[in-house]
């Protein structure tokens, strides 16, 4: 080994014996308590394939396309929230794992992804099957980096799965040349962490969570908002706690379903675009703001401009770019949500009386709750997932993909903690579903995992059912199919003149013999009178997929449409 003189830090440290990239890959991911790779095979890679071939400790899943292979890998790390890992090869393999990663990034999902590179004599010469993946990626990872000497991948994976799980999680993408992975070398550079630019900020500003607390004193109607970050940092039961200790109403975005109890009384639903009358007029009504880890898109402030204009806002996050950024903040605090939350139960309380407040959303929520109208000649898909979450007793992983049924599981799935809704909520993926939810199975073997898909994206990634049998990856798939593209056909219906351009489909595969053609249990369910009966099925061990007929006509409600304020709701029903 050698040292500078002068510095503590072993430069390079001597390997007992010679070792390829491709081992010393593999060495690093397991030393880094990596057991799962998602991946496909290509030239590019193939030095590393030869590697995994006779592996022990790390397990290979053979995806059936790179967008699956990032999924799988999102859904992993999302209902684990362990680090997710894919590998695929250069150039074509690559580029079509762009919009996994991309959505990995939009939603800070901790994520490693490893692109071949074609030889590094050839690297921008238009070499077969090059692609320049670092310019290409770089705006949609926390950082990529293009490995060009073998002894520094373990340096380098080491850095990069620090990157991608600490502060706001995300995607880090590892390019990595043919022959870099084949080179033997008997030395590698010290893998120590040293990254003095690199410190984000995880204990939040005491000072600041105490003058949260104090002005609780002066407020009359607060309430929380609770996102992604909060689930993320496992922050759920202290969430909770704080809720409860000053009974502050709650909202969460999408991704922060599950920070809370559904049935908790001070849970008022989803707020935004397809959220709750209840959660929407408490946005409107506010004084008070406490967001936790959320960022404000547009889908629940839908009018920046008159969101929360006359309330005083507290915002907690991971990451400062996110405060101030879409609403004004007059209270920021930087830092993990889990530690301000506990940090924030431990500040002596001051006297607040919110009762009338509590009354007030929660008449609202009694008044205008989630519903929907039963129909003779067609399942209602709020019904089956109704009926899913009793017969999964609300413990289920719920995966989506992106649609209208995303809504409707959003909406009435009774989530109970974090973790537990797998979906695309900042890039809205179709064809996220699937593959996602083989992750998710993969990472959480002893947990129920069902996704709800629309017949549009089940047809974009459905090739990954061939894993299903394979690797024995028991999900069930609940296909809600209504021959059109759900969501776009509502605003179309809505917004443009009920002019369905290229939303309806005419012509379909027969889905039932596709799930036998993967040799899954499969069934079909049209009749709204025994489908309470007909899903008691979904409670069996084996994977399986089940079509259910849903009307053409179903729409998604309530709605807040872009551009309008949260109380600006369609389709909201009174109980009279």
Known sequence: MKILEGELILKQIKLETPKSGSQLVLDTLKDLGVDTIFGYPGGAVLPLYDAIYDYEGIQHILARHEQGATHEAEGYAKSSGKLGVALVTSGPGATNAITGIADANADSVPMLVFTGQVATPGIGKDAFQEADIIGVTMPITKYNYQIRETQDI???????????????????????????????????????????????????NVKQLKKIVALLAKKKRPLILVGGGVNYSNGNLALTQFAEKYQIPVVSSLLGLGAIPVENPLFLGMGGMHGSYAANMALAETDYLINFGSRFDDRLASNPSLFLKEATVAHIDIDPAEIGKIVKTHLPVVGDAKRALEILLEIEAPSTHFSKWVEQVQDNAQRAPYSY?????????????????????????????????????????????????????GLGTMGFGIPA???????????????????????????????LNGYHVPIKVVLFNNHSLGMVRQWQEKFYEERRSQSVFDLEPNFQLLAEAYGLKHDKFLNPQTIAEDLKVITEDVPMVLEVGISRAEQVYPMVPAGWHNDEMLGVKFNA
């Open 437 to 467: 939810a083989i992750g998710a199975k993969l990472a959480n073997p002893d947990k129920e995992v069902i996704v709800f898909v629309g017949d549009g994206g089940f047809q974009m990634t459905n090739q990954e059912l061939a894993i």
């Open 154 to 204: 373990p340096r380098v994976i080491t850095e990069a799965v620090h990157i991608a799980t600490t502060g706001r999680p995300g995607p880090v993408v590892i390019d990595l040349p043919k022959d870099v992975a084949a080179q033997e070398v008997d030395f590698i550079n010290d893998v120590t962490i040293d990254l003095p630019s690199y410190n984000p900020t995880v204990e939040p």
């Open 373 to 425: 109208e039963p129909e003779d000649d067609y399942n209602k898909p709020q019904e089956v997932i109704k009926l899913i979450g009793e017969l999964t007793n609300g413990d289920a992983i719920i995966v989506t993909d992106v649609g209208q049924h995303q809504m409707w599981a959003a909406q009435w799935y009774p989530y109970k903690s974090n973790h537990q809704l797998i979906t695309s909520g």
